[in-house]
């Protein structure tokens, strides 16, 4: 099965450090792949996705096919960024879900 | 609000008991979606609308849960018989066609069983 993973439940950084949200995926032919955010007490909503290569609050994700992975970076974390984030991707065969990973809940500290 | 929204926010029953959850979609969104998502886990696919027509349904969606969206604009979900393991947040998102991937959720119901 075409799966996503989020290898890291749980990721702590300081605020104005880099960070980084681990997803690798498996997938056959053309992945598309976004990021959802759920901050607290607040719905879950999109971050960003791969085709359109925008940076949303700063962050960003490079497709890396080689390595199978769309890892979500941003060079300096503010208390802000503290949230669950989800990588996701489209169902199989063209199917309009989406499969979201376990997630990784970020926690940046003052 | 004109987001997504989701009725009751919380329900607690007995197990045995039948449970009926609502969604109201943005409302020029023809495409619905309802997720279930336990502790520590990503929100998992149940089933999806386009309008009235249920287009796909997950094959670990049993016949205890059925959805409904007569009139293409709000949707429901109805669990029968509900069981311990039923207890999840259900999210309810909604998205246009030519927008699929990006979908818009709402708050969730919180469902526990007893």
Known sequence: AQRVTQPEKLLSVFKGAPVELKCNYSYSGSPELFWYVQYSRQRLQLLLRHISRESIKGFTADLNKGETSFHLKKPFAQEEDSAMYYCARPGEGGSEKLVFGKGTKLTVNP | ?114
């Open chain 2, 1 to 114: 609000d004109t987001g997504v929204s989701q009725d009751p926010r919380h329900k607690i029953t007995k197990r045995g008991q039948n449970v009926t959850f609502r969604c109201d979609p943005i409302s020029e969104h023809n495409r619905l979606y309802w997720y279930r998502q336990t502790l520590g886990q990503g929100p998992e696919f149940l089933t999806y609308f386009q309008n009235e027509a249920q287009l796909e349904k997950s094959r670990l969606l049993s016949d205890r849960f059925s959805a409904e969206r007569p009139k293409g604009s709000f949707s429901t979900l109805e669990i029968q018989r509900t069981e311990q393991g039923d207890s999840a947040m259900y999210l309810c998102a909604s998205s246009l066609v030519l927008a699929y991937n990006e979908q818009f959720f709402g708050p969730g119901t919180r469902l526990t069983v007893l």
